[in-house]
């Protein structure tokens, strides 16, 4: 069974930075994607970005393209989210999640099988 586990999340300013990792537990463990979600207060959770293992493509939601960009540590079996220029819609908590299967649909969480446990994001001055 594949765990993931997030870190990187804090309180940060509007128009400030922060960078989340996503840290496999498995490394001999093939997994094709690693997504990014997030879910704010009373909302349902979205579809960040997504970074696809075999070839490094990745996906965005419009709402971070430009801002926001994943990449990804082989070595290491860890993904990174650099989150720049964040606003208090980008609060939330922030889960990473992998796919059993290459996903169609990367943004759409029921592609994925395996979810972290969240990290906390908080934009406000």
């Known amino acids: 069974q594949l765990q993931l586990v997030e870190s990187g999340g804090g309180l940060v300013q509007p128009g400030g930075s922060l960078r989340l990792s996503c840290a496999a537990s498995?490394?001999?463990?093939?997994?094709?994607?690693i997504g990014w979600f997030r879910q704010a207060p009373g909302k349902e959770r979205e579809g960040v970005s997504c970074?696809?293992?075999?070839?490094?493509?990745?996906v965005y939601a419009d709402s971070v393209k430009g801002r926001f960009t994943i990449s990804e540590d082989n070595a290491k079996g860890t993904v990174h989210l650099q989150m720049n220029s964040l606003k208090p819609e980008d609060t939330g908590v922030y889960y990473c999640?992998?796919?059993?299967?290459?996903?169609?649909?990367?943004?759409?969480?029921?592609?994925?099988?395996?979810w972290g446990q969240g990290t906390q994001v908080t934009v406000s001055s």
């Open positions: 999640a992998a796919p059993r299967a290459s996903p169609l649909f990367p943004l759409f969480e029921y592609e994925y099988d395996y």
């Open positions: 498995d490394l001999a463990m093939d997994y094709y994607a």
């Open positions: 970074i696809y293992s075999n070839n490094g493509g990745t």
